[in-house]
């Protein structure tokens, strides 16, 4: 287990609200593939978009279960749609009522999303805890932007019961209360009391957007995805996974694409789901490399020691290979002035600056990696020329400083700092783009999000194997290999790790039983 750096200040949950800086306006609900350039007013939206009115709080009111307000944990729910393809998806006529029933109704895996959130907790084993499903919060983001939390479902029948009755068009998960969250008013708690409404376990969720790299790509910007940006996403789910295993000892990862540009991570070890806000908070300062840009909003800022901490020393050697082989061919950064200053700006001492700059200008031709391995020799050569002091110690960091600026995974910690945060749930249908988030393989280095299903895709193939005279189920349809991928690479191993463990807690309580004195009568 590495060691957990800091813990970072643990923000209030009632400030900042974004209820009260942010009116909303009213959506149509039945077009839900919007299009259009993001507004001024969806742009400010978005920046303050983690704040923390997101989280349950322990003190509910009486109507806040269901509430209005613009969007929860991902922020993925602006009305800044504009990339190319999602132009492609609107020209097909959706209908949310109708397609969004089809869904829930016969597509959407509940048997597969209610067994894993039960861990083993399903009623078959005696000893399983009966309610802990009932305890588990879900969201529903109905057209509209209406929002009705504190929901709470016993199994997957329920479940589907009430998404074929609401059609939300978003899912949303929180954490498991101490008390059913519909009966939390009876838990509001006064001074002194002891009837308090808390959550007891989440799993640790991490939240990497592609927005938060709009100054490290050429290609696209917002909403964008393109194959020359998705790259940064591959990197970031193989350096986080890696880290989240070999540092801190976790088994069971589940990567998911948020449906739109950003991927979600979720912890879901025992260990993981235990962790205290503060916990949560050190890890993910622990992931978080890139610091943001200094006042100049040039110069961008790393945590980066040297020698290199062992988890960076393995996540550059991942890095480098990526810099080099894919993202300075692609991105072209350094033949482009904007992205090739803040490069320069990263070199510490003026001269060595200046002659770098000096030799790209004398090599107007070259491409970007030409110039970057002229900025490396040089930088190379200043280092060794000093023979200590403040430039050595920055110099010799410099080269990569600015490869973790650009392509270390730039996590949105706000997601994962706190217990109750909401987080998008594995196979909801993205109420913009309408593609399913599907899990991932983070061991697969094609993952592409142009080809993840959309529900209108999902339909087509369920009517086409019905035509057939096939079952009519997802299995016939790009679902079956998604709820494959969530088998296969997280739910397998999970299983038998919850059934270990229940069947540990019945050797317990049999235990217990046979070492039990009888009953004096
Ligand atoms: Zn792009």
């Known amino acids: 287990m590495a060691e957990i750096r800091c813990v970072r200040n643990v923000v209030s949950f009632f400030c900042h609200s974004r209820f009260a800086r942010d009116s909303k306006k009213a959506r149509v609900p039945s077009v839900q593939f919007e299009l259009g350039t993001p507004s001024a007013h969806d742009r400010h939206r978005e920046k303050g978009r983690h704040s923390s009115e997101n989280m349950a709080t322990t003190s509910p009111s009486a109507m806040d ?35 969004m029933r089809i869904y829930y109704d016969s597509l959407f895996p509940a048997e597969s999303m209610m067994k894993w959130l039960a861990y083993g907790n399903d009623l078959k084993h005696p000893q399983a805890d009966a309610g802990f499903m009932q305890r588990r919060e879900f969201c529903f983001t109905l057209p509209g932007d209406v929002f009705v939390r504190y929901q709470s479902f016993k199994d997957d029948k329920e479940l589907r019961k009430e998404l074929k ?68 996403m591959d990197v970031a789910v193989k350096v986080i996974d890696k880290g989240l295993r070999e540092d801190f000892g976790f088994n069971h990862l589940l990567w998911v694409y948020s449906g739109r540009r950003g991927i979600h991570c979720w912890v879901c070890d025992k260990r993981a789901r235990q962790l205290s806000n503060e916990a949560r908070a050190a890890v993910a300062e622990y992931f978080s490399v890139y610091k943001g840009t200094d006042a100049s909003g040039l110069v961008k800022r790393v945590n980066v020691s040297n020698p290199l901490h062992p988890s960076l020393e393995r996540a550059l050697e991942e890095l480098k290979k990526y810099w080099r082989e894919t993202y300075l061919p692609e991105q072209q950064l350094l033949e482009d002035d904007k992205y090739a200053e803040p490069v320069l700006a990263m070199i510490p001492v003026a001269d060595v600056r200046e002659e770098v700059k000096a030799a790209w200008k004398r090599a107007p031709k070259d491409d970007s990696v030409q110039k970057w391995d002229e900025l490396v020799k040089r930088v190379d050569k200043a280092r060794k020329a000093v023979k200590g002091g403040p430039d050595k110690w920055a110099l010799d960091k410099c080269v990569n400083e600015i490869i973790f600026a650009h392509v270390y995974p730039r996590l949105d910690v706000e997601v994962s700092k706190h217990m109750n945060h909401l987080l998008k749930a594995p196979f909801c249908v993205h109420p913009k783009t309408g593609r399913v988030c599907v899990p991932m393989d983070p061991k697969d280095d094609d993952f592409d999000p142009n080809k993840v299903p959309t529900v209108i895709q999902l339909i087509d193939e369920m009517n086409a194997a019905k035509a057939a005279g096939k079952e009519v189920s997802y299995k016939e349809t790009a679902m079956n290999d998604a709820v494959e991928t969530f088998n296969r690479t997280f739910w397998n191993g999970l299983k038998k790790e919850c059934k270990e463990e229940m069947d540990q807690l019945h050797g317990k309580v049999r235990e217990a039983v046979a070492a039990a004195k009888p009953l004096d009568f």
């Open 65 to 99: 279960h269901v509430s209005k307000k613009p969007k929860l944990a991902d922020g993925e729910d602006a009305m800044d749609v504009d990339d190319k393809e999602n132009r492609k998806i609107a020209k097909v006529a959706f209908d949310h009522e109708t397609h």
């Open 165 to 232: 009755s609401k059609l939300p068009s978003k899912i949303d998960i929180g954490p498991v209360f101490n008390v059913d969250p519909s009966k939390r008013l009876a838990y509001s708690g006064g001074a002194g009391s002891d009837r308090v409404f808390a959550p007891t376990e989440r799993e640790f969720v991490m939240d990497i957007d592609m927005t938060d790299y709009d100054d490290v790509r050429t290609c696209c910007s917002a909403a964008d995805i393109c194959h020359k940006c998705w790259p940064l």
